[in-house]
C-alpha cells in the first residue's frame, strides 16, 4: 500500500479577489513540490464530488443551498470579509469534501496506506451554519463523520496544526463524545476561539502558542499535550488539518516553525496511528501563504506519510 494523493483541477477554478492570500497558486505550488522523483509512489487520483448527504452530517440543509446557490455568474461575491465565492467555487468545495471522504473509504478499505488530500478552499474554519475564513464547508469534519457514520467507526480523531484554530472543527465536534479535536495555534489571532480553557465535553484540547514561538514550543505542545490526550482518547482514525502557515515565513501570523518541524509532527503522528488506529491517517489542506514555504512543508508532510513507520 502507498499514500494516495487527491486533488481535482476544480480546485484551481475557485478563484479570490487579487491580492487575496487563499488563491489558486497555493495549490498550483504544493502539486509542483509533489512532482519530484521522491513522490513517484505516491497513488495520484482525482477527488470525486461529495454527495449532498455527505456534507449534511455537518451542515444543515440550510447551508448547503446557500452555497449551492452562492457562486456569481461572473466575478466574486462576498461572504464576509476574507471568504469569497467566484464561479468556481461550488465544484471546487464539492470536490475538496469528496477527496477527503473518497481517501477515507480508500484507507479503511486498504488499497491506500494514508492520504493526502491538496485541495481548495480549506475547511476547518467553516461552523455548521457559517462559511468564513476563507472555507466554505468543513472538510475534515465531513470526512470526520463520513468515517464513523458509514464505516461503523466509533472514536475519530482530528489534530490540527494550522496556526489558526479551527473554530469550525471545534464547533462540530465539541458535544460529541466520539470525535476528539485538538489544535496548536498561535493566541492571540483569528478568529479569536481556542483558549485553552475551551474543553468541549473532555474532548477538545487547544494548546496555544504565543507570537514568537518555534519548534521547541510547538515540539513540546505534540509531545507532552497532543501525543498524551490522543493516547486517552484511543481514537480508531486520525485526521490531519494540515495548514503550514505556521512556518517562519508566512505572512499571517507570527510563528517561527520550519518544514522541518512539519516533517516531525507528521512522523510523530503517523507513528502513533501505526500504534493505536492501524495506520489509518488522512490528512487535508488548509492554510499556508507562503508558496515557497508552503512547497517546501507540503512535502516534508508527505514525505513523512511515505516515509514514517
Known sequence: METLLLTHPACFRHETPPGHPECPERLRAVLQA?????????QRVEAPEATIEAIERVHPPIHVETILNGAP??????IDADTTM????VEAAFRAAGAVIHAVDEVMAGRARNAFCAVRPPGHHAEPDQAMGFCLFNNVAIGALHARDVHGLS???????????GNGTQACFETDGSLFYASTHQWPLYPGTGRAGERGIGNILNRTLPP??????FREAISDAVLPALERFQPEFLFISAGFDAHAADPLANLRLTEDDYGWVTTELVRFANRHCGGRVVSTLEGGYDLAALA??????????????
Open 34 to 42: 509533489l512532482e519530484a522523483e521522491e513522490f513517484a509512489l505516491l
Open 73 to 78: 455568474e461572473q466575478g466574486f461575491r462576498r
Open 86 to 89: 467566484s464561479p468556481g467555487s
Open 155 to 165: 472514536r475519530v480523531a482530528v489534530v490540527d496544526f494550522d496556526v489558526h484554530h
Open 212 to 217: 514568537g514561538a518555534g519548534s521547541a514550543e
Open 296 to 309: 517546501a512543508s507540503a512535502r516534508a508532510h508527505v514525505r513523512a506519510l511515505m516515509l514514517a513507520a
